[in-house]
């Protein structure tokens, strides 16, 4: 068993990084196609281009991992059917379920890199992609965001402790300096909205600092001409997708701690939790495609199915993830219903190959 398990984990885990590696290279050439109408502005060249759409690469391998499983599990195993090899192997007495167990365990070593990917290169990596970006596109802003948001606007200094999904700022502080270094005023806000050509921060308390003291000025509005526009501030508020869990456990506690909605991040959380179980079940749902209805079908026929598998799967991930934001459900119940479809979907194909 040794022997053939060494051999379908060879067949399918080379179709798999053939896919994958297709794949990327699609996404690539669409990224720079889209990015490629912005060279010459500011300073983002032909290169900026080039090093932003391969840092982005990572995030993007972690992300269509588990439709590349699903591709390369029904490719691998459909070339061994149309060789008849599976044939073979089933005469021989070995059963389904040791099949999908020999892919499982081909895919153990695949799973655990691309986590490693998904959990330590790519959230550094696909950051660093859109603070360079936003430099060479705006060079007259300098930003850097951890937990919370710091942006540079001329002599001004500008940090937010949150930004709200629908676009507001939350806790915002202006630091203002002299041609000397030294401090001017000091603008705290609660909230700061856009409303198409400036912002508008609420319960303003502004502090101006001569050298004669200090004055505290109390304001319930001010308008606020910056550089920072909404667009910047999509670019650099914390995305939950790309954050590790690790980072996503501490933000998570973070807003917890400060009254802050977390779902979101709860959701993306539990996502990258279940990965290895949603790619378990892609390999689940690939196998009775090859051994159903469809092991008379050729190859291409399989991955056009298993690429609309993939989309449903996608795409009901997505719609589940925003009906339990909506109706306030669990995390982990909004994130493992797609998954726990799938499973459902496989164990009924099985029966129906049996």
Known sequence: MKILDSY???????SVIAVAAVLMTLFALIGLANEAGSVGRADYTFMAVLVY???????????????????????GLGMMATHAELIVIR????????????????????????????????????????HSRLKALESKISLNTDYGLWARDGDTYIHVRHVENDGRLMDVSLYRFNEKLEMESVLLAETGIYDGN????????????????????????IKWHSLLAPDLVDVVSVNPETLSS???????????????????????????LLMPF????????????VFGSLRQGGIGQKIVVGFLAGI??????????????VYDLPAVLAAGIPTLLVLIGSAWLFRRIR
């Open 312 to 325: 449903i799967f996608y795409i009901l991930n997505r719609l589940a993830g925003q009906i339990g934001l």
């Open 91 to 130: 005469a021989s007495g070995v059963s389904i379920a040791r099949i999908v167990i020999s892919v499982i365990k081909s895919m153990a070593v695949l799973i655990v890199i691309v986590i490693f990917i998904g959990e330590v290169i790519a959230p550094p990596a696909h950051q660093y992609a859109i």
């Open 53 to 75: 759409t391969l840092l982005r690469v990572p995030f993007q391998l972690y992300q269509i991992f588990p439709l590349s499983v699903l591709l390369g599990t029904m490719l």
């Open 246 to 272: 690790f980072k996503l456990f501490g933000y998570i506690d973070y807003l917890e701690t400060n009254g802050l909605e977390s779902s979101q991040y709860k959701l993306v959380l539990w996502n990258r």
């Open 198 to 221: 400036q912002w508008i921060l609420d319960k303003v308390k502004k502090s101006t600092i001569s050298a004669v003291g200090t004055s505290i000025k109390e304001i319930s509005t």
């Open 278 to 289: 949603t790619i378990i079940a892609m390999i689940l749902l690939a196998v009775p495609f």
């Open 8 to 14: 379908i984990g060879q067949v399918v885990t080379v």
